[in-house]
């Protein structure tokens, strides 16, 4: 037993004992090394996988909601439109009534204004309907455009209120 032991002192037995432990060592850290790599891949192929999946399912949501409310913006302009249409002939309406009317009167050598045609700006029950044609249809138009503009306004509003709540349904 003792010669047995005194052979394992030999140093080349240590040696080569030593190196086939840090053979060994080395070959296992190796092995851990690229199971334990190989799992991190796989989870993390895993994470990018779902994001991925999570980020179409988005933005195929986000389609169907920009889908929405171009179809919405799509329809209020059709009204829009339907509405300027109406006002157009209504304005064309008043302004071949208003040229019926008479027209002013250029002014005066004495340089005075012409009678006015009715009882005044003053009167409570004055409706426009004493002016005279330039007058008439001057307001008239400037009327027109201002529903108009208060009819974009509204349309406006609208759909922003629409795309608000869409978004923010969506969010939740």
């Known amino acids: 037993m003792i010669a047995a ?4 002192l030999n140093p080349w037995v240590i040696l080569g004992l030593l190196a086939a432990f840090l053979g060994f060592g080395a070959w296992s850290y190796h092995q851990g ?11 993390l192929e895993a994470g990018q996988k779902q994001a991925a999946e999570a980020r179409v399912a988005k933005i195929l949501a986000n389609q169907k909601i920009e889908q929405e409310l171009q179809a919405a913006a ?21 302004e071949r009534r208003l040229r019926l009317r ?8 004495s340089g005075e204004l ?23 249809i001057f307001l008239t138009r400037e009327s027109h455009l201002a529903q ?7 349309s406006c509003y609208r759909l922003y209120r629409e795309a608000q709540a869409k978004i923010k349904g969506a969010s939740q």
Not at 33 to 43: A, F, I, L, W
Not at 102 to 109: C, D, E, K, T
Not at 121 to 136: E, I, K, N, Q, V
């Open 148 to 154: 108009r503009v208060r009819n974009q306004r509204d």
């Open 33 to 43: 090394d690229e199971n334990g790599s190989q799992r991190v891949q796989n989870v």
């Open 114 to 136: 012409p009678k006015p045609t009715g009882p005044g700006a003053g009167a409570a029950w004055a409706t426009g309907a004493d002016l005279y044609a330039d007058d008439g």
């Open 102 to 109: 008479a027209s002013r009167p250029p002014a005066l050598a």
């Open 5 to 8: 032991f005194k052979a394992l």
């Open 74 to 94: 799509n329809n209020e302009r059709k009204a829009a439109d339907e509405e300027n249409k109406r006002l157009t002939t209504e304005l064309a309406d008043a």
